[in-house]
């Protein structure tokens, strides 16, 4: 797959989070198919907080309408996450699920991963973390 990347997006004048959408499915003209295979990728960035929240949430169920069968939530760049930030995700995995969607969260850093498994919901959204890169044959670490 090679990712397209759409404009950072600002959430409600919030200038600590944005998010880059990239779809694996493109059309010829170079953005994002609104076809149903395939999946969304879509990487977050800075506070998942009371501020940005609602403006995040009518970002993702938007984004549920054209992603394909798998929304991918790439929590790299996440720096903080508070029970907003929680709820939004909870609320993107029940909407996901009632459209067939299946909403996987990628690579949480330990804050996040830590609040997912003292609120119990590392049960409840599937979390995955990236493969580390292969080093090549041959080379001493």
Same mark, same amino acid.
């Given at each position: ?13 919030? &200038? ?9 499915? @493109?059309?010829?003209?170079?953005? +994002? +198919? ?6 969304? /990728? /879509? ?5 998942? &907080?009371?501020?940005? +929240?609602? +403006? ?25 996450? &508070? ?23 990628? &690579? ?20 995955? @973390? ?12």
């Amino acid at each position: 797959m090679t990712p397209i990347t759409a404009p950072s997006l600002r959430y409600a004048g919030h &200038d600590g989070f944005t998010a880059v959408r990239r779809a694996g499915a @493109h059309s010829k003209n170079g953005r +994002a +198919a609104r076809q149903r295979s395939g999946h969304t /990728v /879509v990487a977050l960035r800075g506070d998942l &907080d009371i501020a940005s +929240a609602p +403006a995040l949430r009518r970002r993702l169920l938007g984004t549920l309408r054209h992603s394909g069968g798998l929304l991918i939530l790439d929590l790299s760049g996440v720096t903080f996450c &508070d029970v907003a930030g929680l709820a939004v995700l909870v609320g993107t995995q029940r909407r996901a699920t009632g459209l067939g969607i299946s909403l996987h969260l990628s &690579d949480p850093p330990p804050q996040l991963e830590k609040l997912l498994r003292i609120s119990g919901l590392e049960g409840f959204l599937t979390v995955r @973390h990236s493969a580390p890169e292969p080093r090549p044959a041959g080379l001493a670490t």
